[in-house]
């Protein structure tokens, strides 16, 4: 019963909103209206600056990062810490404060898979910075990356299933998320980097 509530605290750990929080506290209004409507540091950053956007991306990461440690002090057993990182990518994406509509997880997802297994983030991370560097997409970018995390990890680290399952299901995640922006990336309408949003 102790992991199943870890499990249920790592959602509402990540269903904090910090970009609506922050951007609402700066008197800037709903971030939700604003830009691409994403509740996310990116958005933030259009919404705000950023000086509001850096500690929005901190705090995203921290989320991540906090419902994995959380959870290994609960139990060592790495599908239900995969699970409580699986869990915390749903609550930031789907957060039951802001009508399950929030953000699209890549912070919090890449706090999370840092924390499972830094080696295969390194990679991640490097598939990230050369594709951005390559088409200046950051939507792109990002999607490649978190398809990236569970074939990389099957190989570096050879994980159990119920781990490579919640890491399948954390990218498919961040995926159907960024689903609007692959619409537009279909249609040559994706804003590139420095691009306004739309």
Do not use: Q
Not at 26 to 49: C, E, K, L, P
Not at 110 to 116: C, E, H
């Amino acid at each position: 019963m102790e992991r199943e509530l870890m499990i249920a605290g790592a959602y509402l750990l990540g269903s904090i909103p910090f970009a609506w929080l922050f951007v609402k506290a700066a008197g800037r209004g709903d971030v939700r209206r604003i830009g691409s409507g994403n509740v996310g540091a990116t958005n933030a950053m259009r919404a705000a600056g950023w000086k509001i956007a850096l500690p929005i991306a901190l705090l995203d990461v921290g989320k991540g990062v906090a419902a994995v440690l959380l959870m290994r002090i609960v139990t060592p057993d790495p599908a239900w810490v995969a699970a409580a990182g699986l869990a915390a990518v749903v609550g930031h994406c789907f957060p039951v404060w802001l009508g399950f509509s929030g953000g699209k997880g890549v912070a919090t997802g890449a706090g999370v898979f840092f924390t499972l297994a830094w080696p295969t983030m390194v990679v991640v991370a490097a598939v990230w910075i050369v594709v951005l560097a390559l088409l200046r997409t950051v939507s792109l970018a990002s999607v490649i990356a978190a398809a990236s995390f569970p074939v990389t990890l099957f190989f570096l680290a050879r994980p159990t299933p119920p781990v490579t399952v919640c890491a399948v299901l954390t990218a498919a995640v961040i995926i159907w998320r960024h689903r609007g922006n692959l619409m537009r990336l279909v249609r040559r309408e994706e804003p590139r980097l420095g691009e306004k949003g739309r």
